[in-house]
Nanobody, 127 residues
Framework: VQLQASGGGLVQDGGSLRLTCTVS??????????LGWFRQAPGKEREFVAA????????RYRDSVAGRFTVSRSNTKGTAYLQMNNLRPEDTAVYFC???????????????????WGQGTLVTVSS
């Protein structure tokens, strides 16, 4: 299983970026998996950002990004997206995408629920 995150970069305070996570090699159909986004800032623990369940109808966000970030997916392309608007310096981190077939709504925000992880993509927001 491979997850490839891309789309990170340097952006100014208030700017936007769109991250993409391309997934391949899954055992089951892509639509059966929850896709999550997590981030880790320097010197801090990894934290949940957003997640989408199966058909994308169920989503979860951490409070600090709700209303600014939007998670979505294309089950036909095997891809997940994280649209990030109105970025702030505190959003600076390495962003990771993750997948799990053991997906229930109550655990979508828990990193321990995810068994497949991609490499990170760095997002830097300058003030």
């Amino acid at each position: 299983v491979q997850l490839q995150a891309s789309g990170g970069g340097l952006v100014q305070d208030g700017g936007s970026l769109r991250l993409t996570c391309t997934v391949s090699g899954l055992t089951f159909a892509f639509s059966r998996y929850c896709l999550g986004w997590f981030r880790q800032a320097p010197g801090k623990e990894r934290e949940f950002v957003a997640a989408t369940k199966s058909n994308g109808g169920t989503t979860r966000y951490r409070d600090s990004v709700a209303g600014r970030f939007t998670v979505s997916r294309s089950n036909t392309k095997g891809t997940a997206y994280l649209q990030m608007n109105n970025l702030r310096p505190e959003d600076t981190a390495v962003y990771f995408c993750a997948a799990t077939s053991s997906c229930i709504s109550s655990t979508m925000s828990h990193s321990s629920a995810y068994n497949y992880w991609g490499q990170g993509t760095l997002v830097t927001v300058s003030s």
